[in-house]
């Protein structure tokens, strides 16, 4: 049997950007109610981070007309693994460019991925220095942990949409070395989902499958985990409190294994604040895949997904 070496040179979700059109109440909610903090703002942008995140920013929050993804960003193992990356993508004919890198990051290579989204790869990070009222007893994590609100722990993972989920998730792993780890097929219909890691999380990356005929670029969520599923349960209790609407969940997913909960902050992103998920630590794991969404339903037990789940997502940028 013939295979493939595996690629192991990028390392994780680095950071996002969203975009919201009222910037206001969009920081207020990520850092009173998810709980993260403020690091930095210039620009009509603000730089956050969670208390677990080593890297000085984790999320680039910019204000703009509407919501959506300004762009996603992966972290390179190496610089060499960073030029390789980009050799790669180049020979795939994308045509991406070299940025001086933003607050918190170095140089960056942007390009735009088959299902439309403005991605990124870099190396150079800033780590982060807790100043000594932020300084964890522990001297193994970055920050205290006591935080605000929701108090998300870490950047985990972001959900794309796209026209064609095989031809995008062929495309990650050929060129950035993204693993498949599951995928759903429906009988007799096409692939509806994918999730990819790059080391041995359940996934870094999910690819599902875009509901509206020619729209392209959208977000339909962006996760941060927290340590136990206790945590996303007293989430839900501050959700409530704190007079944000809880969209689905707590639940647990079939697909990761992962309990789960969804918002939408005020600009009109999904945000889930997410636990647990199944490690893979199998060189030659086999993809599984998935025909039915487990006995018809969304998920492994809890409420089932509303209707609007899959059809509701950021807009799609010019």
């Known amino acids: 049997m013939t295979t493939t ?6 390392a994780h979700l680095g950071h996002a950007e969203l975009l919201t059109p009222v910037y206001d109440q969009s920081l207020t909610f990520f850092t009173e109610v998810y709980g993260l903090h403020l690091v930095h703002e210039s620009g009509g942008s603000a730089y956050l981070r969670a208390w677990g995140d080593h890297d000085l920013t984790t999320l680039k929050l910019t204000a703009a007309d509407r919501a959506g993804l300004g762009h996603v960003a992966w972290r390179a193992v190496s610089p060499q693994a960073l030029t390789r990356r980009v050799a790669a993508l180049e020979e795939r004919g994308v045509d991406g460019e070299w940025t001086d890198g933003d607050f918190g990051h170095g140089r960056a290579y942007s390009f735009i991925a088959p299902s439309g989204q403005r991605m990124e790869l870099y190396y150079e990070s800033e780590k982060y220095r807790a100043p000594e009222a932020k300084a964890s007893y522990l001297p193994n994590q970055p920050q205290s942990s006591v935080s605000a609100g929701v108090g998300a722990a870490r950047i985990d993972h972001i959900n794309v949409l796209t026209q064609d989920v095989p031809a995008t998730r062929g495309f990650m792993c050929e060129t950035l070395g993204f693993k498949l780890r599951e995928h759903l097929i429906p009988p007799g ?11 041995n999380k359940a996934h870094d990356l999910a690819i599902t499958r875009e509901p509206v005929p020619g729209v392209t670029g959208r977000l339909h969520h962006l996760a941060y985990a927290v340590e136990n599923r206790e945590d996303v349960l007293r989430a839900a209790d501050i959700f409530c409190e704190l007079d944000t609407e809880i969209e689905f969940g707590p639940a647990k997913h079939s697909r990761t294994q992962g309990f789960f909960l969804y918002v939408l902050e005020p600009g009109g992103n999904r945000i ?3 636990s647990g998920g199944f490690h893979i630590f199998a060189p030659d794991w086999e993809p599984v895949t998935w025909t039915t969404e487990g006995r018809g339903r969304s998920t492994a037990w809890g409420l089932d997904v509303p209707d609007s789940f899959h059809s509701h997502a950021t807009p799609t940028l010019p």
């Not at 219909?189 to 080391?199: Q, T, V």
């Open 5 to 10: 070496e595996p690629l192991y040179e990028l």
């Open 272 to 274: 889930e604040v997410f």
């Open 189 to 199: 219909r096409p692939e509806a989902g994918a999730w990819l890691s790059l080391m």
